[in-house]
């Protein structure tokens, strides 16, 4: 009886904290940004404090986000810094997968942006940023508009259906709210916990898109999790990935013999499928070649940078990924020295990655607080990428990899210094957890 366990004891102690947290909180909010503010939004100056050197606007409460913001105080204390952030709660990404299986409480994901802004010295401007006009260096929220001296940008990504060949608008709908890929945090991660939850059998399908997408390892380690979870909870479930790429993106033999040692006939692993349609009524997710039916789904379309970009002019939008357009050495606006775009917004082909985001954002703030203060940096610095993936519960074992990036002669970027640790050992499975706890750490403390 797998609902009368601890954890269906945490789903109604979790979900009491959950509707709490997210009624006041946009949690639950949907999606992204109108092109323009209100008009009374727009004429009217937002309610800060007059800024007390120059301002540093940083946009998006994320792994870029927050260190940015803490790191430009920390490079030029003179700098007012203010935060801004649509949502009042921050929920990570990273660990969500070992949540949804209950290894981890909701609380070790939740963390509070008022207690970063004020152990960081900044200020957290809960508002969406929905305009921004650079001649006047004039940003527009839906709470009033502010001036900068310096501008960050670190919107994310937002989702591109119309890649995996759902065009109409009900569709995507469909998908969105029914099997939402769970790569942006907050409602998409509870609805598939509720999923499992629910889940009494059947086909469970989970997909990884084409291209340069969020967290490589993610929907790999989701995988193993859900399937390790039907075993835990016998549940006569199987997990379907259907992968568009030919092979396993990263970590590649780590995830194999997890599918192969642990998960025979739970997991069935399909890679070089490209989706070339679904249909949310019927259940069915279509190639050129099968169609793949199923029961229960996250679906994980492509990824495109957050469309907050493309409205203010700053996506190149010839690119598939249709991300940032800037210098891939200083991360400014390509000709403006006062914008720029940080984290998985990006072009340059880093991991997607909350470690890649956080070392990344404090390079760059080295770059903008040396020029706030009339300096420059002129050599640029590799991000650091580390990822740990959980591929089985009980015991809870992982693997890794640590990776830094090169430019090769002609301009473009490479993988440099990778180590793999593909062997899943409980050891690695705890390093995990002291990881988050770091990072959540640097953030918010
Ligand atoms: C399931 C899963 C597992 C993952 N596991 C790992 C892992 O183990 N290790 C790892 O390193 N990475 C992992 N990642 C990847 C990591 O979460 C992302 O790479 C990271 O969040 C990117 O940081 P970011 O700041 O660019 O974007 P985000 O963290 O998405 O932040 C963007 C922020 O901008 C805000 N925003 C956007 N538009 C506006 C607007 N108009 N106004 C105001 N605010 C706005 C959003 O609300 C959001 O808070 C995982 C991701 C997922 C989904």
Redesign the pocket.
Known sequence: MKKLSRRNFIKLSGSAAVASAAAGSGLLAPG??AAKAPAVARSRAADLPKPKGPRAVV???????LTMAKYLKKENPKLDVVL????AT?M??????LWLVDLVDLEFLSHSFLDAARNNNYLFFN????DLDRDSRRIY?DQGHLDYDFLVL????DYNYKAIGVEDPEAEYKLRQNYPA????GSE?LSIRNKLEDFDGGVFLLTVPAGNY??L??PY??TCLIASYFKKEKIKGKVILLDAHPDITIKKDGFHAAFNELYKGIVEYKPSFEIKHVDPDKKVVSSEFEDIKFDDAAIYPRVRG?K?LEYLGLADMKNPQMEAKIDPLFNNVVGDKRVYV????RPMPYS??????NSEAKNIAKVVAARSMGKDVTKWASPH?????VVNMEPMEAISVDAYYKRNPDGSFAFDRVKLFEKRTAARGQA?LEW?EGLYRDMFS
């Open positions: 992204t940004a946009l998006g409460g994320g792994w870029a986000g801004i952030e649509k949502r921050f990570s990404c990273p660990i969500s997968n508002a969406t940023m929905v929220t670190c919107p994310g990504i769970g790569f942006m945090p991660h969020r967290c390892p993610a380690e989701r957050a907050l940080v984290g998985d917004a997607k990655s909350g470690n890649t985001s990428t580390v990822c740990y993936s995990t988050a």
